[in-house]
């Protein structure tokens, strides 16, 4: 008698299916799974403008109920964000925004992956859809897309305390987003000079950081970034340095002896992490100028990969913060 027994079990499974599939989310879930949302959805353009223009203001009424107002995370390989302000500076100030002649926006937030075990705790992973042109409706666009995956931490308010993402293949969007190969000498200097006068432009008074040294000029620069005047004169041209002022000449001769550097490893002393800080000086030059500075400010600075990626007690408080209370987490 078998074959109804396997029969049987077959039922048996098929008739638990609509019941497993139907199953409701408990309310933690959602609200996890909400916050998440909501706190990705503030980076869709033009979402974040209005958060920006709020972040050095003491506290901003749409974050809320998303953030503790202790927060602290890591964005792997950016760097470590240990409070409201710097937290919300990297979630909002990095979200591409078009800027000049240049086009990127966020258009499409999606959380692709989500799993919430406990209250406390929620895993996710992104897909953010950015367009390299402006969108126009009914028509394709130009776009490619940027993944966070990561783990999230939640104070019993159900906001995001701690969190420790991870942003993979950066460099290779960087690359897409600009349309430009790092890889380039010319493309390595255009950029090195872009951040000079940005640097120049964004930080003043007392957050200057590369002052003007008289001493210097051009052929110094030049024999500093590794240039000869007659075999690279092609390059020098195309360069321009022709037009830099004194103070964005001292930068070109303090970052030409860096290293460039790739944006899968920003938390370095290279031109790459400035490049980043240098988005987030735009928004709270108080803070971040220092670390597009010659000394990197102790975030474009040389880290040991160990301290980078697993210093947890300092940044998370637990070494299990992300573990649920029934796994012995937090
Ligand atoms: C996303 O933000 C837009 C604009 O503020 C809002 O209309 C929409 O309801 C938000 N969606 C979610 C899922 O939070
Ligand atoms: C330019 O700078 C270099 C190196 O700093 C120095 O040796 C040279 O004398 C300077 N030339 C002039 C014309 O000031
Ligand atoms: C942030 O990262 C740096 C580099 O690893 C480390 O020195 C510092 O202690 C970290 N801060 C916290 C609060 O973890």
């Known amino acids: 008698m078998r074959f109804p027994r396997t029969l049987d079990l077959v039922i048996l499974l098929f008739s638990w299916l609509p019941l497993c599939s139907a199953q409701r989310p408990a309310a933690y879930q959602t609200r996890n799974f909400n916050t998440i949302n909501s706190i990705y959805n503030f980076t869709i353009y033009p979402n974040q403008v209005s958060i920006i223009e709020q972040v050095t203001s003491e506290s901003i009424p749409e974050l809320e109920h998303l953030f503790s107002p202790t927060v602290s995370g890591r964005i792997q390989e950016i760097g470590n964000f240990t409070n409201f302000r710097h937290s919300i500076e990297y ?154 002022n004194p103070g964005e000449l001292t930068c070109m001769i303090k970052l030409g002896a860096k290293n460039f550097g790739t944006f899968d490893k920003l938390w370095a002393d290279t031109v790459t992490c400035r490049i980043v800080h240098l988005m987030l000086a735009a928004v709270d030059p108080d803070d971040h100028c220092l670390h597009v500075g010659p000394t990197g400010g102790g975030k474009c600075v040389d880290y040991p990969y160990v301290d980078r990626l697993y210093d947890d007690i300092p940044l998370f408080g637990e070494r299990l913060r992300f573990r649920c209370p029934q796994y012995g987490g937090m």
Request: aromatic share 12%; hydrophobic share 40%; net charge negative.
């Open 91 to 244: 979630f909002f100030g990095l979200a591409p925004r078009p800027q000049g002649s240049q086009y990127s926006a966020i258009v499409e937030a999606e959380l692709v992956q989500f799993s919430s075990d406990c209250p406390s705790v929620a895993a996710s992973t992104v897909y953010f859809k950015v367009a390299l042109e402006k969108p126009v409706p009914g028509k394709t666009f130009k776009h490619t897309y940027l993944k966070q995956t990561g783990f999230w931490h939640f104070d019993e308010d159900g906001r995001v305390d701690y969190y420790d993402l991870y942003i993979p293949g950066l460099h290779d969007f960087a690359t897409i987003l600009n349309g430009a190969d790092f890889s380039s000498k010319l493309v390595q200097l255009i950029a090195t000079k872009q951040i000079c006068q940005g640097a120049q432009q964004l930080c003043t008074g007392a957050n200057t950081q590369y002052k003007p040294n008289f001493g210097i000029n051009l052929s110094g620069v030049l024999s500093a970034l590794g240039l000869n005047p007659l075999l690279d004169a092609p390059l020098i041209n195309q360069l321009g340095l022709g037009i830099l």
